[in-house]
């Protein structure tokens, strides 16, 4: 395992991608790709490849966009066919500014892409601090038309808004119909994010529900806001957990798949949707990812709500959630401690408190926080104190690292390294045991 010096910031690794076992000949070939695809997303720097050439692209086409956006949404499904009208939300929350001082307005730039990646449409926008600006019927009210080629006709598209300061969005897709609205929430660029920190964005995502029972059906929609084209996959299961039927198709860069009705060839049923995008071209450091979400509609009177997906963690990641408890061991180290982890897919936080024994620092609790790193069939932990502060007269900084290799049993052991501005350091080893559940 690759160790780190230095800062205290969080190991930055690629995205955990799903490992799992998919059913058919393709399995050896998802399995191979998504190596691949993980090596180059580790490999890559800070900085959001996409995004930068996505900005270029579009600042060569449209002279008024702004520069200075340092927030990014993304609403992956707007549309006025089948009867419906989508309504954008965008609420500016900063009430502080580095740049704009004591409530600030935010400037907002609003992409609208088609189904094959292209932009069609955009706006720019002022949002004062605690307004909600309202844009009715946006898919046809933003107001510049950027192909003039294509031209701005467009009946199902996804939307990329660009800010200056915090921003929420959302998206309204209303039944004509009867004026029923679903309220889509914006899901947050995360691509600068730790793997273990990734919510909704990814190569394997999930649905938790669709239907295709009763009077009531399931759609689809999935976007590539990845930096190449994907193949992708669609696992449908039943409410057992049987994968039913598998979809297939290709999604380009920038572009979507869309099914209104993604259960069809499984009446009758209801369960999960897993979504995976493998990489076309694994020569290259162009990788697809996704978001996506899904309408459950009820097919007498068109009312639907949204279920948004999520990024499913590597299934090779050990839950080791709960409570451990054992030694930490140094030179300047001796000490017995308790330890309290939550695990959230890859991530994980909680508490460290220093039971009996010696430990550089005035303080005895501490907060923790780290993630589950796979390798192959291997999960690799960090672990490292978030209180870098001491509570001594100095405020003295300073840090404690675990690294985890690979655990058997109910036993956590591994190296540690302490440093701090005292010019005190040490590596040394630490052994937890599990001795039982957080909620007893």
């Given at each position: 395992?690759k160790?780190?010096?230095?800062?205290?910031?969080l190991?930055?690794?690629g995205?955990?991608l799903?490992?799992?076992?998919?059913?058919?000949?393709?399995?050896e070939?998802?399995r191979?790709?998504?190596?691949?695809?993980?090596m180059?997303r580790?490999?890559q720097t800070?900085?959001?490849q996409?995004l930068?050439?996505?900005?270029?692209?579009?600042q060569?086409?449209?002279?008024s966009?702004?520069?200075g956006?340092s927030?990014?949404?993304?609403?992956?499904?707007v549309?006025?066919?089948?009867?419906?009208?989508?309504?954008?939300?965008?609420?500016?929350?900063?009430?502080?500014?580095?740049?704009?001082g004591?409530?600030?307005?935010?400037?907002?730039?609003v992409?609208?892409f088609?189904?094959?990646?292209?932009?069609?449409?955009?706006?720019?926008?002022?949002?004062?601090p605690?307004?909600?600006?309202?844009?009715?019927?946006?898919?046809n009210?933003?107001?510049?038309?950027?192909?003039p080629?294509l031209?701005?006709?467009?009946?199902?598209?996804w939307?990329?808004?660009?800010?200056?300061?915090?921003?929420?969005?959302w998206?309204?897709?209303?039944a004509?119909?009867n004026?029923?609205?679903s309220?889509?929430?914006a899901?947050?660029?995360?691509i600068?994010?730790?793997a273990?920190?990734?919510?909704s964005?990814?190569?394997?995502l999930?649905?938790?529900?669709s239907?295709?029972?009763?009077?009531?059906?399931?759609?689809?929609?999935?976007?590539?806001?990845?930096s190449?084209?994907?193949?992708?996959?669609?696992?449908?299961?039943?409410?057992?957990?049987?994968?039913?039927?598998?979809?297939?198709?290709?999604?380009?860069?920038n572009g979507?798949?869309?099914?209104?009705?993604v259960?069809r060839?499984?009446?009758?049923?209801?369960?999960?949707?897993?979504?995976?995008?493998?990489?076309?071209?694994?020569?290259?450091?162009?990788?697809?990812?996704l978001?996506?979400?899904s309408?459950?509609?009820?097919?007498?009177?068109?009312?639907?709500?949204?279920?948004?997906?999520?990024a499913?963690p590597?299934?090779n990641?050990?839950?080791?959630?709960?409570?451990?408890?054992?030694s930490?061991?140094?030179?300047l180290?001796?000490?017995?401690?308790k330890?309290?982890?939550?695990?959230?897919r890859?991530?994980i936080y909680?508490t460290?408190?220093?039971?009996?024994?010696?430990?550089?620092?005035?303080?005895?609790?501490?907060?923790?926080?780290?993630?589950v790193?796979?390798?192959?069939e291997d999960?690799?932990?960090?672990?490292?104190?978030?209180?870098?502060?001491?509570?001594?007269?100095?405020?003295t900084?300073?840090?404690?690292?675990?690294f985890?290799?690979?655990?058997?049993?109910?036993?956590m052991?591994?190296d540690?390294i302490?440093?701090?501005?005292k010019?005190?350091?040490?590596t040394?080893t630490?052994?937890?045991?599990?001795?039982?559940p957080?909620?007893?």
């Amino acid at each position: 395992m690759k160790r780190l010096g230095g800062g205290i910031l969080l190991c930055i690794v690629g995205l955990a991608l799903f490992e799992g076992s998919f059913f058919g000949a393709r399995q050896e070939d998802r399995r191979v790709t998504r190596q691949v695809m993980s090596m180059n997303r580790s490999g890559q720097t800070g900085h959001n490849q996409w995004l930068q050439d996505l900005r270029h692209r579009l600042q060569s086409q449209i002279v008024s966009f702004d520069d200075g956006a340092s927030y990014v949404v993304i609403i992956p499904y707007v549309t006025v066919e089948n009867g419906s009208r989508t309504n954008l939300g965008l609420n500016n929350y900063s009430q502080v500014s580095f740049v704009h001082g004591i409530n600030p307005t935010a400037s907002v730039s609003v992409f609208l892409f088609d189904q094959e990646g292209n932009t069609r449409r955009s706006g720019n926008y002022e949002v004062r601090p605690n307004e909600l600006l309202q844009i009715n019927d946006v898919v046809n009210q933003l107001p510049d038309i950027t192909d003039p080629v294509l031209g701005g006709n467009v009946g199902t598209g996804w939307l990329l808004i660009f800010s200056d300061e915090p921003l929420t969005a959302w998206a309204s897709v209303i039944a004509n119909s009867n004026d029923d609205p679903s309220i889509e929430l914006a899901v947050a660029d995360q691509i600068y994010k730790p793997a273990a920190f990734v919510e909704s964005t990814g190569s394997i995502l999930a649905i938790q529900s669709s239907a295709k029972i009763a009077n009531f059906q399931s759609s689809l929609n999935v976007v590539n806001i990845g930096s190449g084209d994907g193949n992708l996959f669609i696992d449908i299961y039943d409410q057992n957990g049987n994968l039913i039927t598998t979809k297939q198709s290709t999604i380009a860069q920038n572009g979507m798949f869309v099914d209104n009705d993604v259960r069809r060839d499984a009446p009758g049923t209801y369960g999960q949707i897993v979504i995976e995008v493998t990489d076309p071209d694994t020569t290259d450091s162009k990788v697809p990812r996704l978001v996506a979400n899904s309408i459950v509609r009820s097919t007498g009177n068109g009312t639907g709500g949204f279920f948004p997906a999520f990024a499913l963690p590597n299934p090779n990641t050990r839950s080791i959630a709960g409570i451990w408890e054992g030694s930490l061991q140094g030179t300047l180290i001796n000490a017995q401690v308790k330890v309290q982890l939550f695990q959230e897919r890859d991530m994980i936080y909680g508490t460290l408190d220093v039971l009996s024994g010696t430990f550089p620092t005035m303080s005895r609790s501490f907060s923790i926080s780290g993630e589950v790193i796979v390798n192959g069939e291997d999960s690799n932990y960090l672990l490292q104190l978030q209180d870098a502060f001491d509570t001594d007269d100095a405020r003295t900084f300073f840090s404690y690292r675990m690294f985890v290799p690979p655990m058997t049993g109910t036993t956590m052991k591994g190296d540690s390294i302490y440093y701090d501005e005292k010019d005190r350091r040490e590596t040394g080893t630490f052994s937890l045991a599990r001795t039982g559940p957080i909620y007893q």
